[in-house]
């Protein structure tokens, strides 16, 4: 599977954002998408992930009720729906698809080339 995220950029805190990342080849009716992202000098971090064929969703805390992950399995695509960002939101965030659903890195396999989103203060 090859990913391609797109939809970053400059918002200001309180503001919106949505990523998308499209996938090409097949993906496995149990496969899971997932979001992450990297601030500057940090590691990676998981973001939010969903089922590719259940709408059976996960978010680190930091996000909850901010933050929505969906999908259009129609155009093979996965979203992520950014309201009410924050300065602390400011990373590259990256797609990737994997067959296990958990929040380490290690578990995704392809992932996409990455999307910088800052949020100024």
């Known amino acids: 599977v090859q990913l391609q995220a797109s939809g970053g950029g400059l918002v200001q805190a309180g503001g919106s954002l949505r990523l998308s990342c499209a996938a090409s080849?097949?993906?496995?009716?149990?496969?899971?998408l997932a979001w992450f992202r990297q601030a500057p000098g940090k590691e990676r971090v998981f973001v939010a992930r969903?089922?590719?064929?259940?709408?059976?969703?996960y978010y680190t805390d930091s996000v909850k009720g901010r933050f929505t992950i969906s999908r259009d399995n129609a155009k093979n695509t996965v979203y992520l729906q950014m309201d009410v960002l924050k300065p602390e939101d400011t990373a590259v965030y990256y797609c990737?698809?994997?067959?296990?659903?958990?929040?380490?890195?290690?578990?995704?396999?392809?992932w996409g080339q990455g999307t910088q989103v800052t949020v100024s203060s």
């Open positions: 990737a698809a994997g067959s296990q659903y958990d929040s380490s890195p290690l578990s995704y396999k392809s």
């Open positions: 080849g097949r993906i496995f009716s149990s496969g899971v």
């Open positions: 969903i089922r590719w064929s259940r709408d059976t969703t």
